[in-house]
């Protein structure tokens, strides 16, 4: 009886007990989350303005409708993308990446502000 017993009580309280969870062993780490503090000179300017602001960019690469620029330093790259808001429109900055020149990442605002202090940028 006293057996009986002890297996109805485990068989209970192994009733409550909750499932741990697995975790992927190869699972990749979440994307950073990016800010768009510091980025109001750049995001929505045309391909004109980003010149006055940079100087002339070291590669322009456009592909259909969309244009991608991309300033260089000895501290950062930066990547600018430009998509037309409608048929018709002129390109506009809707997203930028940057980089080191080694391709580790930095902060993009900062970058933005580097490039603003390379020679022909105003």
Not at 4 to 32: E, F, G, H, I, R
Not at 46 to 58: M, N, R, S, V, Y
Not at 64 to 71: C, D, E, M, N, S
């Amino acid at each position: 009886m006293k057996k009986s017993l002890s297996l109805a009580v485990l068989t209970a309280l192994s009733a409550c007990a909750t499932p741990v969870p697995t975790v992927p062993q190869n699972s990749a780490p979440p994307p950073p989350a990016y800010s768009a503090i510091g980025l109001e000179r750049v995001v929505g300017q045309t391909a004109a303005q980003l010149t006055q602001l940079f100087g002339q960019p070291d590669a322009d690469v456009r592909e259909g409708t969309a244009r991608k620029l991309q300033f260089g330093s000895g501290i950062c790259v930066l990547d600018v993308y430009l998509y037309p808001e409608r048929e018709g429109a002129e390109p506009r900055v809707t997203y930028l990446d940057a980089r080191e020149p080694d391709g580790s990442a930095i902060d993009r605002a900062s970058c933005v502000a580097a490039l603003t202090r390379r020679p022909g940028a105003r």
